[in-house]
T-cell receptor, first 112, second 115 residues
C-alpha cells in the first residue's frame, strides 16, 4: 500500500513558471525524500528533509515539511523543459526504519 | 562511479513462463532493494537486503517470486510462473546501508511484458 499521496496527479506549465506539488502521508516519519523519474528511466534522488526540519533548498528546488499536517511540498522555480518528469515523495516510516514508501507521483510537463 | 546496473532492460514472455532479473548495485553499498512499478504508480517495495540477509520481504508474493543475494553483492529476482498481472517495471536500488531512510540509487529498471 502507498503511504504518500501526491497532488496534483498532473501539472502542465510554461517554461519559466514555478511548479508546486504536494505530498501527504499518514504515519510518523523520520524523513521525507523527493525523487524525479524521467520517462523510461530509474528514479533520481532530489532532496531529503528530516522530520525536525521545516524547509530545505537545493538550487531551484525548495521543499517544506509540516509534520503536524503530515504534508510536504516541492517547489521548482523558473522551470525548464528539462524538468518535465514524474516527481515522487518517499517517506521513511518511524515504525519501520529503512523502508521508504513511495506515493504515486505528480507528472509535470513544462512547455517550451 | 558506476551506477546500479540491471539486465535485461526489456523482457517479453508468455504467461506461465519463468523470468529472472539481475542487479549489480553500486560498489560498497550494503543495502539492496527490489521494487515493482506499475504504470502510473510509484515504486512498491518487494524485498530489501542488508548484505546477504533479506530484512523485509513482507510484500514479496512468495508463491511465485523468489530472490537471492549471494555474497551480499549481486542479486537476482525470479518469477515462476509469470502471470499477466506481473507486467510492470522492476527496479533495483542500492544504498550505503546502516542508516535510516537513506538516499537510494536506482537502476534503469527492467520492463516486463507478460503475454
Amino acid at each position: 500500500s502507498q503511504q504518500g499521496e501526491e497532488d496534483p496527479q498532473a501539472l502542465s506549465i510554461q517554461e519559466g513558471e514555478n511548479a508546486t506539488m504536494n505530498c501527504s502521508y499518514k504515519t510518523s516519519i523520520n524523513n521525507l525524500q523527493w525523487y524525479r523519474q524521467n520517462s523510461g528511466r530509474g528514479l533520481v534522488h532530489l532532496i531529503l528533509i528530516r522530520s525536525n526540519e521545516r524547509e530545505k533548498h537545493s538550487g531551484r528546488l525548495r521543499v517544506t515539511l509540516d509534520t503536524s499536517k503530515k504534508s510536504s511540498s516541492l517547489l521548482i522555480t523558473a522551470s525548464r523543459a528539462a524538468d518535465t518528469a514524474s516527481y515522487f515523495c518517499a517517506t521513511d516510516d518511524r515504525s519501520n526504519a529503512g523502508k521508504s514508501t513511495f506515493g504515486d507521483g505528480t507528472t509535470l510537463t513544462v512547455k517550451p | 562511479e558506476a551506477g546500479v546496473v540491471q539486465s535485461p532492460r526489456y523482457k517479453i514472455i508468455e504467461k506461465k513462463q519463468p523470468v529472472a532479473f539481475w542487479c549489480n548495485p553500486i560498489s560498497g553499498h550494503n543495502t539492496l532493494y527490489w521494487y515493482r512499478q506499475n504504470l502510473g504508480q510509484g515504486p512498491e517495495l518487494l524485498i530489501r537486503y542488508e548484505n546477504e540477509e533479506a530484512v523485509d520481504d513482507s510484500q514479496l508474493p512468495k508463491d511465485r517470486f523468489s530472490a537471492e543475494r549471494l555474497k551480499g553483492v549481486d542479486s537476482t529476482l525470479k518469477i515462476q510462473p509469470a502471470e499477466l498481472g506481473d507486467s510492470a517495471v522492476y527496479l533495483c536500488a542500492s544504498s550505503p546501508g546502516g542508516g535510516r531512510g537513506e538516499t537510494q540509487y536506482f537502476g534503469p529498471g527492467t520492463r516486463l511484458l507478460v503475454l
